[in-house]
Each structure stands twice: as C-alpha cells, then as structure tokens.
T-cell receptor, first 113, second 115 residues
Framework: AQSVAQPEDQVNVAEGNPLTVKCTYS??????LFWYVQYPNRGLQFLLK??????LVKGSYGFEAEFNKSQTSFHLKKPSALVSDSALYFC???????????FGSGTKLNVKP | SAVISQKPSRDICQRGTSLTIQCQVD?????MFWYRQQPGQSLTLIAT?????????ESGFVIDKFPISRPNLTFSTLTVSNMSPEDSSIYLC????????????FGSGTRLTVV
C-alpha cells in the first residue's frame, strides 16, 4: 500500500538552531513529494515540492528538503529556526500519474525563543 | 498555480441539517478533490470530483452522506448531509496542476462545528 509517514508527532527546537522534520514515503514509480504548513485556524500553505531534477529542493520561508531515493525520505530542513516557524507541517506525496495524493500524519514544530 | 475560493469559511450547524460547501477555482482544472481534517488529525481524502462523471469516493465515505457536484471545470460543491457532532471538521477542496506546475493547491478550508 502506498503511504507517506511522518514518524515524529512533535519536534522541539530552539530559535536559531537548525531544524529537521522527517518524512518517508512508499509510493510506486516516480514519487511527487510535497511539504505543506498549516498555521492555527488557517488553510494549508504550500512550501515546496519535488517532482524531478535536483534532490535538494528550496522552498518558501527559507525551507528546503532533500529527496533521498535510497532511503525513501524527503526530510524538511531549515538552517536557522524562527519562532514564527512554529506550526503544523504535513508531508504529502503521490505517484506521477496524478491519481492519488497521500498525507502524512503531521508534525507539530515548536520553536522556542 | 490555481487560486481557490472556498466558502463558507466557517459555520455552526444544528445536528440533522445539511451544509453545502462551495469551491471556485480561477482556472479550468480536470481533477478536484475534497478532504476532511478532523480535529488534531491529518487530512483524509473524501472523494475525487471530475467534471461530467460521478465522484469517486474513498473507503468510508458514501455519496448519500457527502454528495458532490461538479457542474463545470471551475466549480464544485460538497454537501455534508444529516450532520452529527462527529462531522465537526475542517473540509478542504483541492485541485491538481499538471506538468511542471504539478502540485496540489488547497482552499482555505471550511471549519464546520455541529452542535
């Protein structure tokens, strides 16, 4: 069965430190992978995507993610966390035939001053 | 990417009633999707709505409870019927781009509370 997994319910990091939010996938064929952020009482905001090309993808607000095919991972990273990055982050992905799109369970990121 | 307008943004409804959520896209799209996000949970796909055909429902969701219309390539509605408190969720519509613009764009969601 195809799926996207986020193994951490919550990630805590101090402001200014690097952050990583983990995501692994199980998708047939060539995966399309995405990261979204959700702030309280807001909809989903697109951060970045991997479709093809460079394994390191740069996105909005200084976030980046690295596609690792051998480890079937697509971890979200940021070199220096901000308190305003505190939110709920969702990894999502699907096969390149556009038929389905799977969401991870979400990871709550807490950045403390 | 597409811009989606979803309304209402929130509503409080009495149990046993129905609510219709509208999703308007600023460009023509083939596939539209409806998701539910229950409190504190991830997104679950309810159904895929393609213009000119019946919606395709995921396991656990049925047309009688969540009827969907897709009259054209820019608009869709989701109705939550005979509501109960368990239906209290955020409902989101989404569209898929294609080619280099591939990605799923989401509406801002409808926060539904059933009392």
């Amino acid at each position: 069965a195809q799926s996207v997994a986020q193994p951490e319910d919550q990630v805590n990091v101090a402001e200014g430190n690097p952050l990583t939010v983990k995501c692994t996938y199980s998708v047939s064929g060539n995966p399309y992978l995405f990261w979204y952020v959700q702030y309280p009482n807001r909809g989903l905001q697109f951060l970045l995507k991997y479709i093809t090309g460079d394994n390191l993808v740069k996105g909005s607000y200084g976030f980046e993610a690295e596609f690792n095919k051998s480890q079937t991972s697509f971890h979200l990273k940021k070199p220096s966390a901000l308190v305003s990055d505190s939110a709920l982050y969702f990894c999502a992905g699907g096969p390149d035939n556009f038929n389905k799109f799977y969401f991870g369970s979400g990871t709550k990121l807490n950045v403390k001053p | 990417s597409a811009v989606i307008s979803q309304k209402p943004s929130r509503d409080i409804c009495q149990r046993g009633t129905s609510l219709t959520i509208q999703c308007q896209v600023d460009s023509q799209v083939t596939m539209m999707f409806w998701y539910r996000q229950q409190p504190g949970q991830s997104l679950t796909l309810i159904a895929t709505a393609n213009q000119g055909s019946e919606a395709t429902y995921e396991s656990g969701f049925v047309i009688d409870k969540f009827p969907i219309s897709r009259p054209n390539l820019t608009f869709s509605t989701l109705t939550v019927s005979n509501m109960s408190p368990e239906d209290s969720s955020i409902y989101l519509c989404s569209v898929a781009g294609a080619g280099n613009n591939y990605g799923y764009t989401f509406g801002s969601g409808t926060r539904l509370t059933v009392v």
